[in-house]
């Protein structure tokens, strides 16, 4: 393509700009940050106003201060349960206050009221090709319910900027109520050949979902109630949450946010990751012939990885700088219900691998595992292996954490976001005026 190797030719110059800019003149002084931060995605500078989590690279991850052993042990479970209930943090999230059983389970019935999902948005559903990825379904799924936005519909009426938070309120509570149906007709299409199974109105939110994925056990509805509130969030800059929010500072309403924040999650350096780490794990099995490998095997395995120029999945993180809580959490469940699973088995391996050979590079930050180092080895156990869905489950989840934050964006009134951009030019022209000075 003439035109694609012309751009090719061209762009050598921008990258050699580019590369020496970072490599040499990082730490110039642009005012309250650096060049380095200009060019390496933002990390380390303040500039987002998020109250529901707060994330400390050496501390973990706390909800309005709570941390996630805290949460464990301290947010309602359904009667007879042991691991929260979404619907608490939730509440909590939006509240800044612990919720007791009977606030949670008030908004479980709040999300049960207009959880019935338009007939439109499975029609559409169903004539996707089977092979779109879940992923790529849900997205869609969630923009075809923007016909029923109450938001775009009262802002197109002439409501106030300052009343636009109860439309938002309304909408989000709505869409979250959705939310599991339309993940299970999702993977039911898809993997269970369009078999559907109708909810459940005496479950709770996250109980109703295992039941209509197609998972009726007992300890599955526990792992969906830790997993669906593990995932919620951790603070405002990560991909989905700050997508959520820019796209949400345009007054676009729920349905248009959401959606752009679950393109986001899909990708291979965020969400995706969860079902990349299966994935690569299978592939392992496939390549040494059995499925428990030696220490040794999977080292060989990270190095090739690595030597192929390709992450290791479930490794590393933006801002964290050990272990994920979430991990933690993930980890004690496993060895609570399935220490003996073989794939459990080869995550522990992984953990008492991959930081060493990772530190060894000198390069990675974090050499830790993150959330989504673990949690397909849990699925897998209760027989949900179609790991192209794992992402649409994280979805589900992050839907909580992102959209009470976008509630209280619009009732804040908080601005368009428009961070100031600058050229390369003008990055060179300040190093050369650097360099002038002496
Ligand atoms: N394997 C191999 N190399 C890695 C790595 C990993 N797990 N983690 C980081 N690195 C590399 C980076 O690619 C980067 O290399 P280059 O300089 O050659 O580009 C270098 O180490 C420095 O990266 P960093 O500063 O430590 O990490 P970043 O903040 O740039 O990236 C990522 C954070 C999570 C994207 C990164 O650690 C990664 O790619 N991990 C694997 C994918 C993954 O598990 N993603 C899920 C993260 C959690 C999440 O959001 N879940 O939804």
Avoid: C
């Amino acid at each position: 393509m003439e035109f694609k190797e012309r751009f090719a030719q061209r762009a050598v110059k921008m990258r050699s700009d580019y590369q020496e800019l970072k490599n040499v003149h990082s730490e110039v002084d642009l005012g309250n940050y650096n060049i380095g931060q200009v060019l390496g995605g933002m990390r380390g500078m303040i500039g987002l106003l998020y109250d529901t989590s707060a994330l400390d690279p050496e501390e973990g991850i706390r909800f309005r201060g709570y941390s996630i052993p805290e949460l464990r042990a301290k947010l309602p479970k359904v009667p007879g349960g042991t691991e929260p209930m979404p619907e608490g943090i939730f509440y909590l999230m939006l509240m800044d206050e612990l919720p007791t059983y009977e606030d949670a389970d008030m908004v479980t019935k709040a999300w049960r009221k207009d959880s019935e999902v338009p007939q439109h948005v499975f029609t559409m559903l169903d004539s996707l090709p089977l092979n779109t990825h879940p992923m790529a379904q849900f997205s869609m799924a969630i923009l075809a319910m923007q016909s029923d936005s109450i938001f775009a519909k009262k802002y197109n009426e002439g409501a106030s900027k300052a009343s636009l938070w109860e439309y938002m309120f309304e909408d989000v509570m709505i869409l979250i109520g959705r939310l599991p149906r339309i993940a299970a007709y999702i993977y039911r299409r898809t993997y269970k050949n369009n078999e559907h199974i109708a909810p459940k109105n005496d479950l709770d939110w996250a109980g109703n979902f295992a039941h209509m994925l197609g998972y009726e056990q007992d300890e599955f509805k526990k792992l969906m109630r830790l997993y669906l509130t593990i995932h919620v969030d951790h603070e405002g800059g990560n991909v989905s949450a700050h997508t959520t929010r820019l796209v949400g500072s345009a007054l676009s309403d729920a349905y248009l946010s959401f959606s752009a924040a679950m393109n986001g999650l899909a990708g291979p350096l965020h969400g995706l990751a969860n079902q990349e780490v299966i994935r690569w794990i299978f592939d392992l099995q496939k390549e040494i012939g059995k499925s428990l490998p030696t220490k040794e095997e999977i080292e060989k395995y990270i190095r090739k990885t690595l030597a192929e120029g390709r992450v290791v999945p479930g490794y590393g993180h933006a801002v964290l700088r050990k272990t994920d809580p979430r991990f933690t959490a993930q980890h004690e469940f496993a060895m609570k219900y399935m220490p003996n699973d073989e794939i459990v088995q080869i995550v522990s391996m992984l953990y008492e691998v991959v930081p060493g050979i990772l530190n060894e590079t000198g390069k990675v930050k974090n050499p830790w595992p993150n959330v989504d180092a673990h949690s397909g080895a849990l699925l897998v156990h209760y027989g949900l292996v179609e790991y192209d869905f794992y992402t649409v489950l994280f979805g589900v989840s992050r839907a909580l954490g992102v959209l009470s934050s976008l509630i209280i964006d619009r009732y804040l009134g908080l601005p368009l976001e428009r961070p100031k951009s600058v050229t390369t030019k003008f990055l060179l022209e300040k190093v050369g005026a650097l360099q002038k000075q002496g």
